[in-house]
């Protein structure tokens, strides 16, 4: 056989085997129809529903210190950060005008204590003329106007010592607010806690006469809260207790834990956006979170394990061909039936935002459509705004 009828025979069969994959490719492909698609399997995994917000960290407890006397700072014993008991010397306003105050109030009572001894005196004085005089009236040694002079001057008496009885009162009170002022002088701390601002120096001048000036911030760095704001669509969620978990930014790789402790019905309006203030609570024992610190936060408000689930993507696919003339109840999806999609409408549960529950409609190991093949690359990957409502 020559050479040339060789090379006729080894492309003919070349050509034929490859016509022969052609024929082959062309119909598994026709007969599969899934090269037009992109599909998920129906898996059994846990489902954990998220509330996201956002929010600020503050103490728990946190106390403005002022003071309501006015005067000079004369002595600060207290700095940035330091740790103080309930009682510890903050700091010292200078007293010596308070205590002149004091000195004066004191001696204001001694004279009014002074003046009300004279008026009993002179009280008792009248009593025994007016006693003496009625007597000698009863006799008709005294004439009536004598009797009408003596029971005048005990009347008079009498009144001048329920006088000094107040002046006593009174001067009592004002030692009492002069022994106060002077102790204000003396700025100590109401609670357990940190230095968390200073807003004085030495020999500056406070001023309490229309408001309490602060002097310090002093808050318990140990309790910590996250003051969030839930909008409105995701409140009915939240319920006490639940577990929370947030990062800040300080500590990116650190999560920290802390519970649901209060939710207030007070409504914030923000442009129109109605959110609602709630508060959860974390233990600080390394003091890591300080206050002021941005919290992005996850409240777990449900979860399901082994759970049937599907991507969120397969909601979203929309075929024009073989849509169902019937509509039935549920969620509809499309499902992988001998090589077809079929519309099928299932019942769903919880959703984390990348997969959702599927309570009926569906068995393990299904197949799905997630996209079709011409969709851009992330078309079918989770959504990037709002979740899908459950």
Known sequence: MSGYSKKLIIAGVGAALIIV????????????????????????ADVTKEVLATGTINPVVSVLVGTSV?????????????????????????PESFKAQFLQAEANLSSAKASLLKAEIALKDAERTLKRTKLLFKD????????????????????????????????????TVAKVNLDNTTIRS??????????????????A?????TLFVIGDLGKMQVDTYISEADIGAVKMDDTASFRVDAFP???????????????????????????????????????GMTANVSIIVDSKKGALTIPNSAFRVKLKNNEP??????????????????????????????????????KEGEIVLTAEAGEKKGASGPPSGPRMPM
């Open 209 to 213: 006469s229309m408001s309490t000036p």
């Open 325 to 362: 003339e019937k509509k039935e109840k549920g969620k509809r999806i499309w499902v992988m039936e001998n090589g077809r999609p079929v519309s099928r409408a299932i019942e769903i549960g919880i959703s984390d935002g990348r997969v959702t529950e599927v309570i009926s409609g569906l």
């Open 253 to 291: 790789q650190q999560a920290f834990e802390g519970k649901v402790a209060k939710i207030y019905y007070s409504p914030i309006n923000q442009q129109n956006v109605i959110s609602y203030n709630t508060i959860i609570k974390v233990d600080n024992p390394k003091r890591l979170l300080r206050p």
């Open 140 to 175: 008709g040694l005294v004439a009536e106007t004598d009797m009408d002079t003596a029971q005048s001057s005990f009347d008079a008496a009498r009144v001048s010592f329920k006088s000094a009885e107040a002046q006593v009162k009174q001067a009592e009170s004002a030692l």
């Open 21 to 44: 994959i052609i024929l082959f490719y062309l119909f598994f492909t026709g007969k599969n129809g899934n090269s037009n698609y992109k599909t998920a399997k129906v898996v059994v």
């Open 70 to 94: 006015s005067g000079t700072i004369k002595k600060i014993y207290a700095d940035f950060n330091s740790e103080v008991k309930a009682g510890e010397l903050l700091a010292q306003i200078d």
């Open 190 to 207: 109401p609670i357990n806690g940190t230095v968390i601002t200073r807003n004085i120096e030495s020999g500056q001048t406070v001023a």
